[in-house]
């Protein structure tokens, strides 16, 4: 038992498999979770919503992917479901401290439409972070559709951008996330890019605290 947690947070988690019970002990100590904190996370199904791969990596050597939650949570007082790749962006954005925790331990933000040039044009990545603990950069895209293998090219272009240009030589190579609404997992088996992953998105309302997409 960890001097980290009290007797409150392992009331919490004894009664869980071993495997789940493990993980919610980590993210406390990890994270710093007070009861009401681990409660919460708990509430949310974080460990249910990791990729089985993940599960199963969860007493080896983690990747970055193996944090990242499916899908990932976006909260808000949303009421038309018709969103823009723009207002996916607001969401987030309006709660950028949730959406660092759902993708997992040392996400910091760096800025959102940063400004790159490619040539004689200027493109917008919609989410650039940071991960501490890796040490790279993350790029982040956003899409309200299933994913398509040209959101590979779009984001694989902008992740060589970053290692070319931002990048140190004390960093590790960037690492690109597509947040889309429906993944496809036979483009993702195919990409040759293994630092390139995609997850799925689903809208919480406020209002009512469903899942509304």
Known sequence: MSDKLTYSHYCEVIWMKKEEMNYYIYAAQSRN??????????????????????????????????????????????????????????????????????????????????????????????????????????VIELKITELKKEH??????YMNYIDKNIKTLEENQTIGIIICRKNNRYIIEYCSDKRIFAKEYKIICYNNNQLKR
Do not use: A, H, M, W
């Open 33 to 138: 979770l007070s009861v009401r904190e681990l409660r919460k996370i708990i509430k949310n199904k974080e460990y249910e919503r990791l990729p089985e791969d993940s599960k199963k990596d969860l007493e080896n050597n983690l990747k970055i992917d193996d944090y990242i939650k499916n899908p990932i949570l976006i909260k808000n007082d949303c009421d038309n479901l018709n969103i823009s790749e723009k207002i996916l962006q607001k969401f987030i954005l309006e709660d950028i401290t949730s959406f660092l925790k759902e993708l997992g331990n040392g996400f910091s933000f760096v800025e959102n439409e940063y400004k790159i040039k490619l040539g004689d044009r200027y493109n917008y990545i919609d989410l650039l972070l940071y991960n501490i603990k890796f040490k790279c950069y993350i």
């Open 152 to 157: 590979i090219g779009q984001i694989e272009t």
